[in-house]
């Protein structure tokens, strides 16, 4: 199975700071035939489902602020938040699509400081 | 509306059995694979199973292979999830969840339910 590992567990950002999250894939989620990274993200406020921010790594969902980016490839990837929002306090997870069983990272809790 | 509702969740002794139900409506449900992910309390998301468009391909995690069958009727628009010899660590929020694309395999998740609880206790 491919282990899903995110850092930190948690973090405070000040309203219009940048955040970042990492994850980090136990084998390679570059699918080389098309260039893609099997690599999603997903933010989870509490009381609600998970909400898709960004899949192949980088590509935003549809209605999904542009402060919101994906990077990285291979092994290794990252989640920002240009400028942190109130409405962005939440628990992200990324989530690799690459094979069976598709696993997620074990989350990151983003508050405000 | 595009939405999923979830159903049949509750309080089962360990070994028992429950069935969940998923309804898809606002879109053509026939076209999508659909997943479920379940959500222990407190902890992370675990994708548990997932089911091609037609129904003649299904997947699991190893720890509910066995135990857990995943099915869907289109005629009705619902996905469920047979669940036996419950365990423990079965407890959680069982959340239905739609691929990201129609007549595709993404395994990216872009609609999902509300999810329903279910509870495996003595």
């Known amino acids: 199975d491919i282990v899903m590992t995110q850092s930190p567990d948690s973090l405070a950002v000040s309203l219009g700071e940048r955040a970042t999250i990492n994850c980090k894939s136990s084998?390679?989620?570059?699918?080389?035939?098309?260039?893609?990274?099997?690599l999603a993200w997903y933010q989870q406020k509490p009381g609600q489902p998970p909400k898709l921010l960004i899949y192949?790594?980088?590509t935003r969902e549809s209605g999904v602020p542009d402060r919101f980016s994906g990077g990285g490839s291979g092994t290794d990837f990252t989640l920002t938040i240009s400028s942190l929002q109130a409405d962005d306090v939440a628990v992200y997870y990324c989530q690799q699509y690459y094979d069976t069983p598709l696993t997620f990272g074990g989350g990151t809790k983003v508050e405000i400081k | 509306e595009v939405q999923l509702v979830e159903s049949g969740g509750g309080l089962v002794q360990p070994g028992g059995s429950l069935r969940l139900s998923c309804a898809g409506s606002g879109f053509v449900f026939s076209d999508y694979w659909m997943s479920w992910v379940r959500q222990a309390p407190g902890k992370g998301l675990e994708w548990v199973a997932n089911?091609?468009?037609?129904?003649?391909?299904?997947y699991y995690v190893d720890s509910v292979k066995g135990r857990l069958i995943i099915s869907r009727d289109n005629a009705k628009n619902s996905l469920d999830l047979q669940m036996n010899s419950l365990r423990a660590e079965d407890t959680a929020l069982y959340y239905c969840a739609r691929d990201l694309r129609s007549r595709s395999q993404f395994d990216i998740f872009d609609l999902w339910g509300q999810g329903t609880m279910v509870t495996v206790s003595s």
């Open positions: 089911i091609k468009q037609d129904g003649s391909e299904t």
């Open positions: 192949w790594a980088s």
């Open positions: 084998q390679s989620l570059l699918f080389k035939s098309n260039g893609q990274n099997y």
